[in-house]
């Protein structure tokens, strides 16, 4: 099993272009979620997913699209990408009765 | 809502020593509560978890947290620190559907 997969790594962005960060898990998991960090603080919740067709906004959702058409895949949306979303992103998957899995990040800067 | 507070921003230990990280959660019911570590430039490793049952886990690496609902509290402990412990550590409590709130994080340096 590969886990939790996260491409791209690195991206750099200028301000007002638009992006997706792909996330991708093989553990057959019901509920994936979308995580920023920045520094000094923990992780907060973007948006998250219950099963497929379903989504729901987290703690910060403001600027930020998602979708979930399978099982296996949670793609991020920056839609009008801003220097305020600087920042680590994580994506990570959990079954109904187990743990959250952490992909490795995606790091992300806007000028 | 649920929140978790990590009193201590930075803590220094000497190799050997012992450990203790705080956390605090604020949770309407029986929490999920976790500990998770995260090195420099890495992604997030879960060391334990609390579900239900005996209050005291045990976790990968010799780490250990004792819940106690009285305090609210979910403390992290290793007898004997190690260099390699040197780490950003969270803690999380869980409200299911993949909604986990985390705390701000406690960084640990470790003095030879």
């Known amino acids: 099993n590969a886990g939790v997969t996260q491409t791209p790594k690195f991206q750099v962005l200028k301000t007002g272009q638009s992006m997706t960060l792909q996330c991708a898990q093989d553990?057959?998991?019901?509920?994936m979620s979308w995580y920023r960090q920045d520094p000094g603080m923990g992780l907060r919740l973007i948006h998250y997913?219950?099963?497929?067709?379903?989504?729901d906004q987290g703690e910060v959702p403001n600027g930020y699209n998602v979708s979930r058409s399978t099982t296996e895949d949670f793609p991020l949306r920056l839609l009008s990408a801003a220097p305020s979303q600087t920042s680590v992103y994580f994506c990570?998957?959990?079954?109904?009765?187990?743990?959250?899995?952490f992909g490795p990040g995606t790091r992300l800067t806007v000028l | 809502a649920q929140s978790v507070t990590q009193p201590d921003i930075h803590i220094t230990v000497s190799e050997g020593a012992s450990l203790e990280l705080r956390c605090n959660y604020s949770y309407g019911a029986t929490p999920y509560l976790f500990w998770y570590v995260q090195s420099p430039g890495q992604g997030l490793q879960l060391l334990l978890k609390y579900f239900s049952g005996d209050t005291l886990v045990q976790g990968i690496k010799g780490f250990e947290a004792e819940f106690k609902r009285s305090q609210s509290s979910f403390n992290l402990r290793k007898p004997s620190v190690h260099w390699s412990d040197a780490a950003e550590y969270f803690c999380?409590?869980?409200?299911?559907?993949?909604?986990?709130?985390f705390g701000d994080g406690t960084t640990l340096t470790v003095k030879p």
């Open positions: 999380a409590v869980g409200a299911g559907a993949g909604k986990s709130t």
């Open positions: 553990m057959n998991h019901e509920y």
């Open positions: 997913s219950v099963g497929a067709g379903i989504t």
């Open positions: 990570a998957s959990r079954s109904s009765t187990d743990t959250q899995y």
